[in-house]
């Protein structure tokens, strides 16, 4: 079968795939297997074996037995960067490979998921760095008989949880960064999605990465998930995806104490001052809608418009709307992607009408877009939106975006914050003072200032509220994944204590 030969039309038939313990491959044999559907074209294309708790419990033995060995736990932060650099030119490399199977299993727009791959490769280039500076402290300001270090050491083994949405960035805002740091991982990405995190495990292997530091177990969330989270082999638990299942996640590594972090949901305002370049705002919010046709964590999907400029702006955004390129999600001209799953769908579609029946008004999209045999849902926008309703408060995740009115500065900020989640946020204002102050006031991990969306590994993103605990990316997402040790060394004779 012909799985890499182009990486343009669909492939020839289901690729399957095995799981990753160990250095090795291992076979579904007898486990139940998962078929995914592409859902941009209604067709099979990836087979994944559903590994259970034993498969679980041998990873993280495994994962336990290469951390103990010290052969990456006690490399150099050179020896890392050497490896984690062998990684992302394996990345770029396959690029139109890994870009290729992403598209077909998320149905994400090609040009997008080609972007999305580089921009890993960025993260493991980025990361590589920060593994020849990671350092701890000296306090030489102790006196003549003491002197003290800080050191920073691997957590151990931790256990990385991954969402359909963005499989492959995802870990690559976090993998190279834990290993940076020198720990081993078990990854178990969405039962939906796992090919490029597999495809990822033979670039690994290449890389020269000591075998079981970099182990992928594939399989239901509420089976090994959930065991992984639970489980006392695994020292760090990192998770991104919903709110909801983030807390069981958190509840289940309470029981035994395992450090946490979460990235989880949001529901992002877009704050438009009247003052603002409207037609680059229009273009920000559109791209900020229809970008992985908003099934994107900081997709930004509440509209939060100054009233005297709210008519002009809902005509601009309509015209764009309008003029967002949809199609086969394998055209390279692309812009606008597929919905993750039927029952995804059905839930996108009953927001739009719970939205109309609180008495918002659907300006554009509303419905299907029927695109070959994939599955579409038009960008969508409602008008007279109080924040108070099911479509203003929850995260729909999908294309709907909600449009609320303001008419003063606090209320716009008071709209804003007035969400359990603080994930991300956009202001839009040529007023300097404005923005800075409206980016003080404003409850979310990632804000931009006359953009959205906009990011890189330098700087650590993560989330407020209910959106998440921990940061991720830059430094600071090195040392999220590191223990720190106080040490105090006493020089000299000891004075005694027992006389
Ligand atoms: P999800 O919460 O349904 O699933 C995420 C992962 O958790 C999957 O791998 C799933 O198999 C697993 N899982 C399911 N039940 C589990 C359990 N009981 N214990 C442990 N793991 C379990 O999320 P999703 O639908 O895959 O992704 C969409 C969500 O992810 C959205 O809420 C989105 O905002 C969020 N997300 C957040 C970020 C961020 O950086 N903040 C990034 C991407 C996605």
Redesign the pocket.
Known sequence: MNHVAKFTGLPEGVREFGFYVGGSWHAAGDRPQSVRSSPGHGVPVTRIALCDVADLDVAIEVARAAFRSRAWSGASGAERATILLAIASGIRARLDELAYWETLETGKPITQSRAEMADAAGHYEYAAGVSRTLHGDSFNNLGDDMFGVVTREPVGVVGV??????PFI?LAERLPYILAAGNSVVI????LTSATTLILAEIVAESGLPAGIYNVVTG???SI??A??EHPGIDMIS????????E??MV?AARNFKKVAL????KNPQIVFADADLEDAADGVVFGLCHNAGQC?VSGSRLIVEEKIAERFEALLVEKFSRVRTGDCLDPATQFGAIVSDAHLQKILGYIRSGQEEGARLVCGGGELAIGNGRYVAPTLLADVKNSMQVARD?I?GPVLSLITFQDFDEALELANDSPYG?AASIWTKDIDKGIRAMRGVQAGRTWVNTTIAGGPEQA?G?FKQ??LGRETGVLGVEEYTEVKSVHIALGKRKHWVE
């Not at 998770?239 to 983030?246: A, L, M, N």
């Not at 990235?263 to 949001?266: F, K, M, N, V």
């Open positions: 949880i991954t969402p359909w949405n963005f995802v178990k990405p969405s039962e239901l969330g509420e998930g959930q992984m989270a998770f991104t995806g919903s709110s909801r299942v983030g069981k996640v289940a990235e989880l949901g949001g964590c995260e995740f994930l993103i989330g959106s998440g």
